[in-house]
């Protein structure tokens, strides 16, 4: 293997440069050229092949930067469809052109299915990312969990999933998690911390919502900054009940704080959160709302006595408000846990490329005796009996239904991650950049302004 393609497909996460950083730092060693392809499979389909080699005389380039957020070659949605033969057989032409023997993608469940594609022409592995932390399974048989009954709705089935399985070991997850999680999570618990304080302060019932589509991990992990409630997507959501529960906390403490997760769905099956549904290229909901939604249904169902003398002669000013956390999540600087997993998953898929694989995903994976440990697992074992990869989503284990808390086993999932995933680089990084003066004199110095220079055309 002489020179390998790499690309980032998908929304963007702070870990992506370094897992860039990774791959390259493998194949420098190994003596494999790199080509960075520009805004992932947009990049491979365009007529002049936007590319920028990686390591010239098999050193990184110095704009290849482990700390920086975002991505240096840039990502986009565009999926390659496998149906679409006069694209596959450009995106053909532009690999032998390029003379790539190999390809990593950096992505999701969306880029997998983009890389099926393209395995027909060269070996592809994935290293995975995503703030969602939903690539994966909980335990190896998952998939067939998902059943299929005809109906008269499009797309002419329904899909449905069996009850998972009760008992969970953490040792069974593949992918325990994923790069951009962490750091996801972080930014998270900074916000629901700050926001307490209003709450305490003013009375009030905070409503956070954060991102994670219909996987509520990164509500799980919110449970760091300590909201009363955590509300995820795969719990449908009683508003009766919320209702009582939210009541009785306030009159404890006089304030709430309520995470919810974007996905997040009522008990008759509507979703909260989808009120601005529209769908990207790869079929993906896009959400948004879900905090607002929640806003009102408890601004309505709460009443007013229920503030009447904590909030007195406060007219005008509702006592229940809703926060997005929203992009801040998947952007800047990645901790050190992202940093970790993202290097060595980079490294592990240019290995597998070496060692001859295709379609397979490079894995976190952990047990108690071991710690984290690098695998990989071929990506058809992620799909459904139809092909389908269907996104993680929270073992009912890891969730207490009746509290709308975190359980005991959910704490036994995030500590691994979390009890060292800051670094001191990470607080010394705040100490000496936030404030430096330079930043009131300097324009923003940007990595990705700086590669155009490097970007050659087929
Ligand atoms: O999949 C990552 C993610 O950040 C989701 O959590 C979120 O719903 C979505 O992407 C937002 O996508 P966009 O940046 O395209 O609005």
Redesign the pocket.
């Known amino acids: 293997m002489k020179r390998i393609g790499i690309l980032t497909a ?2 963007d ?1 702070p870990a992506l440069n370094a897992t860039i950083c990774g791959a390259v730092q493998q194949a420098n060693a190994l003596r494999i050229e790199v080509v960075g392809l520009i805004r992932g499979y947009a990049g491979l389909l365009d007529a002049r092949v936007p590319h920028v080699m990686l390591n010239p005389l098999f050193s990184s380039i110095p704009e290849l930067d482990p700390c920086k957020g975002g991505t240096l070659i840039g990502s986009s ?1 565009t999926y390659v469809d496998s149906a679409d033969t006069a694209m596959l057989d450009m995106v053909r032409q532009h690999v032998t052109r390029l003379r790539l023997d190999g390809l990593v993608c950096i992505g ?1 469940d969306g880029t997998i299915n983009g890389m099926q594609a393209l395995a027909d022409i060269l070996p592809c592995v994935l290293a995975p990312k ?3 932390n939903d690539l994966g399974l909980n335990y190896l048989d998952e998939p067939n969990e998902w059943t299929r009954t005809p109906s008269s709705q499009a797309p002419g089935y329904l899909e449905q999933r069996r009850r998972s399985r009760d008992h969970l070991r953490l040792d069974d997850i593949i992918n325990y998690a994923t790069p951009g999680f962490a750091t996801a999570v972080f930014v998270v618990v900074q916000m629901v911390e700050r926001l307490r304080t209003t709450a305490e302060s003013h009375h009030r019932i905070a409503v956070v919502e954060v ?3 219909q996987s509520g991990y ?1 509500a799980l992990g919110a449970a760091y900054a300590q909201p009363d409630i955590i509300l995820i997507p795969e719990v449908p959501v009683n508003i009766a009940r919320l209702t009582q529960h939210v009541a009785r906390i306030y009159e404890q403490q006089q304030n709430v704080v309520i995470v919810v997760g ?1 996905g997040v769905r009522t008990d008759d099956g509507q979703e909260l959160g989808a009120a601005v549904a529209s769908r ?1 290229p790869a079929g ?1 909901i ?2 948004s709302g879900a905090a607002d939604a929640l806003v009102q249904l408890l601004q309505e169902s709460l009443g007013d006595d229920l503030f009447a003398e904590t909030r007195a002669f406060e007219p005008g000013s509702s006592p229940l408000f809703g926060r997005k956390v929203g ?1 801040t ?2 952007g800047g600087r990645p901790i050190l846990f992202d940093r970790f997993c993202a290097t060595q998953l980079g490294g592990k898929a240019v290995e597998l490329l070496v060692d001859g694989r295709s379609n397979e995903i490079a894995t976190l994976q952990y047990s108690e005796s071991q710690g984290f440990t690098f695998s990989s697992i071929a990506a058809n074992k992620l799909r459904d009996r139809w092909g389908e990869i269907h996104p993680r989503e929270v073992h009912p284990g890891f969730y207490d239904a009746e509290r709308l808390q975190l359980s005991t086993l959910g704490m036994e999932y995030l500590k691994p991650i979390f009890t060292r995933a800051v670094g001191a680089d990470d607080v010394e990084y705040i100490r000496r950049e936030v404030f430096d003066a330079g930043c009131l004199s300097n324009r923003y110095q940007s990595i990705n302004t700086d590669i155009r220079k490097r970007i050659r055309y087929l």
Do not use: K, L, V
């Open positions: 998908g929304g996460t949605r999701g995503t703030i969602d991102m994670g589509r990164i974007e990207d993906n896009r959400y992009h999540q998947r």
